[in-house]
């Protein structure tokens, strides 16, 4: 069982930076292959970025390559999303997810565990 919990969402404007964190419970963060995605009103959850369990392979969407970074701290159980250069579409509820395999980690239901979500806003 793991438990996810984000934080660091909020009202930026366009060209601004967030930093989203994810802090997992249990003993075997760093077995899990950790994953972002994002939810904007009427929309589909989207994915945006995958770790592999040793953060060696990362996956991004096309939408965010360049601009956001994917890192983890096993040490800490925390996972992060760094987001630069942020476009009002990037707006939405962000979402940590863990996943025990590593297979389709585009998506949503390859991930057994979910956080709350945090809330990201980009003003133009």
């Known amino acids: 069982q793991v438990q996810l919990v984000e934080s660091g969402g909020g009202l930026v404007q366009a060209g601004d930076s967030l930093r989203l964190s994810c802090a997992a419970s249990?003993?075997?963060?760093?077995?899990?292959?950790m994953g972002w995605f994002r939810q904007a009103p009427g929309k589909e959850r989207e994915f945006v970025v995958a770790?592999?369990?040793?953060?060696?392979?990362?996956y991004y969407a096309d939408s965010v390559k360049g601009r956001f970074t994917i890192s983890r701290d096993n040490a800490k159980n925390t996972v992060y999303l760094q987001m630069d250069s942020l476009k009002p579409e990037d707006t939405g509820v962000y979402y940590c997810?863990?996943?025990?395999?590593?297979?389709?980690?585009?998506?949503?239901?390859?991930?057994?565990?979910w956080g709350q979500g945090t809330q990201v806003t980009v003003s133009s």
């Open positions: 249990g003993r075997t963060f760093s077995s899990y292959t």
């Open positions: 770790s592999r369990r040793s953060g060696g392979v990362i």
């Open positions: 997810a863990a996943a025990a395999l590593s297979t389709n980690l585009v998506t949503p239901t390859s991930y057994a565990y």
